[in-house]
């Protein structure tokens, strides 16, 4: 399971490109209370570039630049909140939303983990380490993914999806190392602070199931920004 929750049914879905931009908007508005530079901001940044590699809209990322950065009339705030909990078969996860409203998301995910348990702060996120999170795909398949890593200044690299690889850094080196990799000659595909699993939890196909169909659930409601599960495989 990679380190951020994804499901394959996004690329299906009819609504899936507006929920997605949905969710890159409110991580550069987030980002650009810092600073509409995307020079001197590196958050805004790599959110920015995220925004861009789903092929969002130019207008739509300028205002959501400009929304964040307080240059626009409306007035929106966003909090980041963090659920931790339990799916089914005690598999244990980590939510982030960026809400407007935290009366509401937190209503909505106690409903959504009514199929699993809800903990309080720190009951998971002690079997998790907070990482700079890199998926890139490497410029040749012959590359030496580990001697990469190394180069780039990354803790730990390990196999990503369709031949791409993950790597993880300290949060401060996040930056350096996408940098680096690209440098390289690698396709960075996303750069993100997420959770890693220090303890993965291993399951039966059938309860694997039960595990995907709640955290694509989760996924679904328009707050919650990230999903880090501890699941193997």
Known sequence: MGAQWKQKWRLEAADAKGRVFTKLAKEIMIAARA?????????????????????????????????????????VVYETVIYEGFAPHQVPVIVECLTDNKNR???????????????????????????????????AAAVDAEA????????????????????YTDPPDLETAQKALASAGWHVDSVVLGWRSKNPVTVTPEARAEVEAFLSALDADDDVQAIYPGLAG
């Open 35 to 75: 600073g509409a530079d995307i020079e001197m901001n590196a958050r805004l940044r790599m959110a920015v570039e995220a925004a861009k590699k789903a092929s969002m809209p130019r207008d739509t990322l300028e205002r959501a630049i400009k929304k964040g950065a307080g240059l626009l009339d409306e007035n």
């Open 105 to 139: 998301t937190a209503t909505n995910v106690r409903v959504l983990f009514r199929k699993g348990q809800l903990a309080t702060s720190g009951a998971v996120s002690w079997d998790f380490a907070h990482l700079g999170i890199i998926e890139a795909t490497p410029p």
């Open 148 to 167: 990469a890593a190394i180069e780039a200044g990354a803790q730990d690299v390990e196999a990503g999806d369709e031949g791409g690889f993950r790597f």
